[in-house]
């Protein structure tokens, strides 16, 4: 069964901090991986996009990556900010049938002044 | 701001009833996404259209049915409401619907009494 899981379930942190949050899947076969920054009761917004051959991708102060053998990605945020507290969602896509799309529960970040 | 709107913001109605949320994408996006958010399951894809033609389905009940009309904007209608179809409906948009970026809408809340 093609799943995604996260972790941590949630996170506190103080401002200025770095933290990384984690993602493992079993989809296959494997199209794209995407994270995503959601703030309550808002559409989610996308931060990074990446497929097979991509193990890196950086958006300002967000780095994904992606190790497709292991079929993990991690999502490291730096520097946070009071405004980074919202939940990130892994999103993974197979091949199959026309790219269906598999979410992971989501981190709940907080960070804290 | 997305680009991509919905309405409406909120619908309150009765079980065994129907109801239709409607999308516009964002200007020259072709692909056109719905996706229910509970708060027992997260975020699920429920289907894809890429330029008035399905191109992928995913959890979507057999109540529920949705079309891409020639102007691109996009229909979900959902049927014979049950208490559990209460949920935040995202529509996302994007340019070609396989890897590129996808920007949600603000969502509709569907409250089903």
């Known amino acids: 069964k093609n799943q995604v899981e996260q972790s941590p379930q949630s996170l506190i942190i103080l401002e200025g901090k770095n933290c990384t949050l984690q993602?493992?899947?079993?989809?296959?076969?494997?199209?794209?991986l995407r994270w995503y920054k959601q703030d309550t009761g808002r559409g989610p917004v996308s931060l990074t996009i990446m497929t097979f051959s991509e193990n890196t991708k950086s958006n300002g102060r967000y780095t994904a990556t992606l190790d497709a053998d292991t079929k993990q990605s991690s999502l490291h945020i730096t520097a946070s900010q009071l405004s980074d507290s919202a939940s990130y969602i892994c999103v993974v896509s197979d091949r199959t049938g026309g790219f269906k799309t598999i979410f992971g529960a989501g981190t709940r970040l907080f960070v804290k002044a | 701001d997305s680009g991509v709107t919905q309405t409406p913001k909120h619908l309150i109605t009765a079980t065994g009833q129907r109801v239709t949320l409607r999308c516009s994408p964002r200007s020259g996006d072709l692909s056109v996404y719905w996706y229910q958010q509970s708060l027992d399951q997260g975020l699920q894809f429920l289907i894809q259209?890429?330029?008035?033609?399905?191109?992928a389905k995913g959890n979507i009940l057999e109540r529920f049915s949705a079309q891409q009309f020639p102007d691109l904007h996009s229909e979900l209608n959902l049927s014979s409401l049950e208490l559990g179809d209460s949920a935040l409906y995202f529509c996302?948009?994007?340019?070609?619907?396989?890897?590129?970026?996808?920007?949600f809408g603000p969502g509709t809340r569907l409250t089903v009494l």
């Open positions: 259209y890429y330029n008035g033609e399905e191109r």
């Open positions: 996302a948009s994007s340019v070609d619907g396989v890897t590129d970026t996808q920007y």
């Open positions: 993602c493992n899947y079993t989809v296959s076969p494997f199209s794209n």
